[in-house]
């Protein structure tokens, strides 16, 4: 059968794909483009399409023999799940895997913006750490501090392990509370968003971009937060509006921010890169070498799976497809 895989992945687990099937493949590490992924898709019978891809009716009108999208990445806001439902093609993610690789990177942007690690490191390669001084350069302490987790699946149950590490009291909110042995266990409290937001030191976003958490943070709930907290995004750019976060950061609203995500990846909306009090990673949650390999294998069984009329194993859509 025909595959289009649409960006780079390891030459070990493309071989998988390879040994049963032609492979179209983009062999560069920038995006395919759009009318290419338009021109190719006609004659394919599978997909394994990255999260910057747009799989909407425009492209699924043309692909008239596709039977699987598998798409490399756990959030699939970039495919119209409903209607490839309707076309009767399985749509698939990469579950649970990357869990990890992304709360480590939360964490790793809490620590940067709370100790200014960014900031710190270009003083010191610029030759400006000319003495030690009580008073100079100081952060703000994590330890102790209260993280607020906006979404509390995987990920945020994640962050919240490794908050415990660092005796930090949890806080957090989701439309649905989970039940009280599980906040037990995970010793977290529910909250409402409001109240989150108000005693949080680190407010970090861990919610899927559906049209609901599209601007979840705007300037209002900004401004709720405390002059001395931090805003940690690793899970989508728009839940959050940047012209609202810009305009608070240049204005000391809040402390900070820890971004890896942006609303109109990759650009970021100007004046953002000229303020020392945010800390830009390049959308890299799930960028280790380990978890990019799970992530690239589990796509692989997944696009296997759908080729050969088998329910993939992380299916987002078999149940409504099979009629449950
Ligand atoms: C995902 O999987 O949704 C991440 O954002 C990309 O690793």
Known sequence: MNVLVTGRIPDDVLALIKKEHNVEINTHDRPMDREKIL???????????????????ELLDKAQHLKIIANFGVGFNNIDVKAATERKIPVSNTPGILTDATADLTFALILASGRRVVEGDKLTRAGKFKYWAPLLFLGHEVTGKTLGIVGMGRIGRAVAKRALGFDMKVIYTKPKRLERSEEKALNIEYVDFETLLEESDFVSLHVPLVPETR??????????????SFLINTSRGPVVDETALLNVLKNKVIKGAGLDVYENEPELTSGLIDLDNV????????????????MALMATENLLAGLNGEIPPNCLNCDDLIGR
């Open 215 to 228: 601007h979840l943070i705007g300037e209002n709930e900004l401004k709720l937060m405390k002059p001395s």
């Open 39 to 57: 021109s190719n898709i006609i004659d394919k019978d599978g997909i394994l399409c990255m999260i910057t891809d747009r799989i909407d009716k």
């Open 279 to 294: 800390v830009l990673l390049p959308h890299v949650g799930s960028g280790t070498i380990e978890t990019r390999t799970k």
